[in-house]
């Protein structure tokens, strides 16, 4: 059983950046592909990054391409998320996630899943 922790959400102003982390344990974090959903109040959960076993497959939303960068470091067992300039629009929940084999966009492919960290971004 795969553990997820998200760590470094916050309050930041728009422009500004934000790095989350997701720390993993309980599984073999380098055959895991890993993600990053977010989910706005009212609003049903997207995928925002994935990043595949060695980092080769990389893959973002349209609304996050060319301002957020998904990395992992397979000796240290995290992902991480660096956000930038970031807008209102980018204030959600951000939930890391994992599943064996490749990568995937579709939520429903995620088999573990971290509590969520908030996000907000104010103007």
């Known amino acids: 059983q795969v553990q997820l922790v998200e760590s470094g959400g916050g309050l930041v102003q728009a422009g500004g950046s934000l790095r989350l982390s997701c720390a993993a344990s309980g599984g073999t974090f380098s055959r895991l592909a890993m993600a990053w959903f977010r989910q706005a109040p009212g609003k049903e959960r997207e995928f925002v990054a994935t990043?595949?076993?060695?980092?080769?497959?990389?893959y973002y939303s349209e609304s996050v391409k060319g301002r957020f960068v998904i990395s992992r470091d397979n000796a240290e067992n995290t992902v991480d998320l660096q956000m930038n300039f970031l807008s209102r629009e980018d204030t959600a929940v951000y939930y890391c996630?994992?599943?064996?084999?490749?990568?995937?966009?579709?939520?429903?492919?995620?088999?573990?899943w971290g509590q969520g960290t908030q996000v907000t971004v104010s103007s």
């Open positions: 990043i595949g076993w060695g980092g080769a497959k990389i």
């Open positions: 996630a994992a599943r064996h084999f490749d990568v995937r966009r579709e939520s429903g492919e995620y088999e573990y």
